[in-house]
T-cell receptor
């Protein structure tokens, strides 16, 4: 079973920030928070991951609460191409660390 | 960046035939690859972990004799759906972890299998 909970869907206006929440209250000390997204009929795409510090890359920012029980993925300027299912996953790193996908959150970016 | 190539992207076959799907890591070595299956409007379900040079590890409920996995080299894993039936119709996706990177998975573009 997935160890994260996400709202089923949300939408935002193009050009605005999209803040996608995720709860992972049972996260273990060695588990990272990963975010992937899947555009329709494609394989998932890695976005970002973190352990306890906030992270930022060219795609997004990841804000992890101090108790690590929840996190927020921020797409600073959403575009129509960001419409996808976003998966929040907790997993230890390592070559054999398989990812268990939950239902994810469907983000719809409207013009 | 690292690329995982998956072929074919789409296949239609008759019931009872076998279908082979290839997953290649194009610019990195992958000791471990993962195979997922996704039914319409559902999430990805892990089927098995493919290990180079050894037997694959299957998730509970996945028939190892039906879904044959071969990981003969550090850049290639294959999934063969044997004696396919309509209920095997699904979107199959592979992923690989780059050795010595151990941080994230790279996914193939998926294979849509339709069994008539």
């Amino acid at each position: 079973d997935a160890k994260t909970t996400q709202p089923p869907s949300m939408d935002c206006a193009e050009g605005r920030a999209a803040n996608l929440p995720c709860n992972h209250s049972t996260i273990s000390g060695n588990e990272y928070v990963y975010w992937y997204r899947q555009i329709h009929s494609q394989g998932p795409q890695y976005i970002i991951h973190g352990l306890k510090n906030n992270e930022t890359n060219e795609m997004a920012s990841l804000i992890i609460t101090e108790d690590r029980k929840s996190s927020t993925l921020i797409l600073p300027h959403a575009t129509l191409r960001d419409t996808a299912v976003y998966y929040c996953i907790v997993s230890p790193t390592g070559a054999n660390s398989k990812l268990t996908f939950g239902k994810g959150i469907t983000l719809s970016v409207r013009p | 960046g690292a690329v995982v190539s998956q072929h074919p992207s789409r296949v239609i076959c008759k019931s009872g035939t076998s279908v082979k799907i290839e997953c290649r890591s194009l610019d990195f070595q992958a000791t471990t690859m993962f195979w997922y299956r996704q039914f319409p409007k559902q999430s990805l379900m892990l089927m098995a972990t493919s290990n180079e040079g050894s037997k694959a590890t299957y998730e509970q409920g996945v028939e190892k004799d039906k879904f044959l996995i071969n990981h003969a080299s550090l850049t290639l894993s294959t999934l063969t759906v044997t004696s396919a039936h309509p209920e095997d119709s699904s979107f199959y996706i592979c992923s690989a972890n780059r050795d010595n990177a151990n941080e994230k998975l790279f996914f193939g573009s998926g294979t849509q299998l339709s069994v008539l």
